[in-house]
């Protein structure tokens, strides 16, 4: 299974994008999909997850209440409408899957084993 991010782009602060993640292969099947976001030098950090069939979501607090983690199951597809965006949300955006159950929040690198390849979030001020 392959994972594509896409959405990602210049905006201002205050705006809107979505991103999205299409999820490609005979069989997709994941227990949990999440973004993460890494800036220069630093290392990769949990934005948002959520649950594939219960669709229950976990935020980072630095996003709570602005962005909105989704799904669409029958197209293999996970979102994130990022509203009011800030400077600091600047950063390429990945989207991770699992299907394994670990027991954990799904909020590390580690929790996951399948990722894409990167989308860039510009926000400038």
């Known amino acids: 299974v392959q994972l594509q991010a896409s959405g990602g782009g210049v905006v201002q602060a205050g705006d809107s994008l979505r991103l999205s993640c299409a999820a490609s292969g005979r069989t997709f099947s994941p227990y949990v999909m999440g973004w993460f976001r890494q800036t220069l030098g630093r290392e990769r950090e949990f934005v948002a997850r959520?649950?594939?069939?219960?669709?229950?979501?976990l935020y980072a607090d630095s996003v709570k209440g602005r962005f909105t983690i989704s799904r669409d199951n029958a197209n293999n597809t996970m979102y994130l409408q990022m509203n009011s965006l800030k400077p600091e949300d600047t950063a390429v955006y990945y989207c991770?899957?699992?299907?394994?159950?670990?027991?954990?929040?799904?909020?590390?690198?580690?929790?996951?084993?399948?990722w894409g390849q990167g989308t860039l979030v510009t926000v400038s001020s």
């Open positions: 959520i649950a594939w069939y219960s669709g229950t979501p």
């Open positions: 991770a899957a699992t299907k394994y159950y670990s027991g954990s929040l799904y909020m590390y690198e580690s929790d996951y084993d399948n």
